[in-house]
């Protein structure tokens, strides 16, 4: 049990479906993260929110779309992906940032 | 911004030998070093970091060095076992409020055969 529950855990979906990923953290943590993890790549950071504020967005397409209501829940919407999004998508938690980070167990995610 | 090097991206080792994965910064700046271990249909875990301010650390069977002047950092578990098999990650960052700069390495899959 890492604190951070990412659901659901697999989802398979077409290119015009709507989707959305949830994650939940019970650390008490104030930043929160998503990250990409594909086969033979580095994970590669998308969005980071702290205090519920989003501070970085790197460079990702608008068909990927985070919500943070609060500091323990964090969305990522879906919608009209393609097939190379096809991955596993990580939820992490710090304190703060710069923090040692603390990840959830990730949604495999497969587009049609 | 960082870029993180890793190597080997595979490791097969007899149980009970050493295990070794190392890893290069680029930017001079980053003082935070985690390792992640990662099994099989689980998200990485963070197992041991090192900050800039100490050259070794260890944790029962592993052990973390970092060589500030060449950049970089290993990782060393000694007397492996099957259970140690999993995808290893190294990283980097600079700590501190507002620094959200960790960058990954690719990632090393260490097998320990029996």
């Known amino acids: 049990e890492t604190g951070v529950t990412q659901t659901p855990r697999h989802l398979v979906m077409g290119m015009t479906n709507k989707k959305s990923l949830k994650c939940e953290q019970h650390?008490?943590?104030?930043?929160m993260y998503w990250y990409k993890q594909s086969a033979k790549k580095p994970l590669e950071l998308m969005f980071v929110?702290?205090?519920?504020?989003?501070?970085e967005n790197n460079s990702v397409p608008s068909r990927f779309s985070p919500e943070c209501p609060n500091s323990s829940h964090l969305f990522l919407h879906l919608h009209t992906l393609q097939p190379e999004d096809s991955a596993l998508y990580l939820c992490?938690?710090?304190?703060?940032?710069?923090?040692?980070?603390?990840f959830g167990d990730g949604t495999r995610l497969s587009i049609l | 911004g960082e870029n993180v090097e890793q190597h080997p991206s595979t490791l097969s080792v007899q149980e009970g030998d050493s295990a070794v994965i190392k890893c290069t910064y680029s930017?001079?700046?980053?003082?935070?070093f985690p390792w992640y271990k990662q099994e099989l249909g689980k998200g990485p875990q963070l197992i041991i970091d090192?900050?800039?301010?100490?050259g070794e650390k260890k944790d029962q069977r592993i052990a973390v060095t970092l060589n500030k002047t060449a950049k970089h950092f290993s990782l060393h578990i000694t007397e492996t076992q099957p259970e140690d098999s999993a995808v290893y990650f190294c990283a980097a960052s600079k700590t501190g409020y507002n620094n959200n700069d960790m960058r990954f390495g690719a990632g090393t899959r260490l097998t320990v055969k029996p």
């Open positions: 992490a938690s710090s304190q703060d940032m710069g923090r040692p980070q603390h």
């Open positions: 650390l008490g943590h104030n930043a």
């Open positions: 929110y702290s205090l519920e504020e989003r501070v």
């Open positions: 090192i900050r800039s301010n100490v």
């Open positions: 930017d001079s700046a980053s003082n935070y």
